[in-house]
């Protein structure tokens, strides 16, 4: 019995699993594909797990612009940031492991920035998508909550052309060799990312068990790139963007927005993207919790503003009844009321250009009424009827997280 085995007990049974070669790259590549998750952690910097969205397995690469591809990358992935993911897989028996595919990889990165059209990519994504009889824009709801299709392929295209990819070199084990060079990369390169990913099998022939661990994410790199860049954005560089992409009305709804927090709120929490994002805190019944998040957008074409509410993380903390009062106060709100009939999205979501004055207001009447019906009203939904609130939609609750 091997002591590098994993001991998997269930009931009263224990089941040994022993680390076993793959058959072929082939059967590591599927599995990545099939399963981003396996990758999800380990292809990630900075606060908190990015979920992965398949492009395309053997995205080809050219090597100059209207060009056809000359590479064939493994796996093209995007995060929940629209950071394109480069996946490169190797077996370690594989002897082209140790130097040739760092080369191979810097290749398809620097050509795959350089000349990929995201309009390709895009309709990559979305046919791969409907042959799996899957609905592409809800996919993409799925990983980033309440963004846009357009606002996300914007911010795709941002990070191609910044060179802002994450290159992820994995195998079944990386050599010595290989890991001090992504270390070595990953410490230097900024705001490209590099990072290795060991996925080993174990199993007992039925029973199939993947196991990633992540190479490359050292406190050097992680501190050369929070030095690089990273930083969080504020008021006043967030408006400055504000001024420049947005409406003059839209840039008074921001600061309006602010200052409710500021005031009604326990804090702002400024987000570190290339779009500005910021998301006001309050005390809904008496836990500090994320309750909106305000963007910019990415400045392109087809780029807008917006606000999205935490709908899972508050309704975690609400009654029925109180959720109820909650929903129903920001159907008074035109285009919330649109967006909540449509009982799919479970973070909420408009254009600022959509509200007028009043509309945000009442949205900023629903948002403080959180906190306020724990304290003074003994039925949640009492003060919103009484302003002359539509009846109650059903409306899916949920409590995963965000």
Known sequence: MSSDGIFLIQGANLT?????????????????????????????????????????????????????????????????????????????????????????????????????PVADLRADFEADALKQHQEPNDLIDKLSPGTDPEEFWDRVEQNLRSGHVRMVFVADRLPDELVRVIEFLNEQMSPAEVLGVEVQQYTDGTV???????????AAAK?????????????????????????AQDVKHFERLFAH????????????????????????KDTGRGVWTASTGSG???????????????????????????????????AFEKELALGKRKYPSVSLSELSEADLEEFLSAVELLHHEAETS?????????????????????????
């Open 16 to 116: 040994v699993l022993v680390e076993t070669p793959y058959e072929t790259e082939d059967v590591l590549q599927k599995a990545l594909a099939d399963f981003p998750a396996v990758l999800a952690g380990g292809a990630t910097t900075g606060e908190g797990e990015r979920r992965l969205l398949l492009i395309r397995r053997e995205k080809g690469i050219p090597t100059a612009a209207a060009r056809s591809s000359v590479f064939s990358l493994d796996h093209l992935f995007v995060d929940s940031t629209g950071v394109p993911v480069v996946v490169e897989v190797k077996r370690s028996s594989d002897t082209r492991i140790r130097r040739e595919v760092v080369g191979q990889m810097l290749d398809y990165a620097a050509n795959g920035v350089k000349y990929w």
């Open 300 to 334: 392109g074409a087809n780029s807008k503003t917006s606000v999205y509410i935490w709908l899972p993380e508050i309704t975690e903390l609400l009654t029925p009844a109180e959720l109820d009062g909650f929903l129903n106060a920001l159907r008074n709100v035109k």
């Open 378 to 402: 003994s039925d949640p939904s009492a003060d919103i009827q009484s302003r002359g609130a539509t009846a109650v939609l059903p409306l899916e609750r949920t409590h995963e997280s965000r």
């Open 261 to 284: 927090a500021e005031e009604h709120g326990t804090k702002l929490s400024w987000g570190k993207g290339v779009s500005p994002g910021v998301s006001g805190w309050y005390f809904v």
């Open 223 to 247: 501190a050369a790139k929070e030095r690089s860049g990273g930083t969080p954005w504020n008021a006043s560089t967030f408006l400055a963007i504000a001024k420049e992409r947005c409406s």
């Open 208 to 218: 199939k068990v993947l196991v990633p661990r992540i190479v490359g994410a050292t």
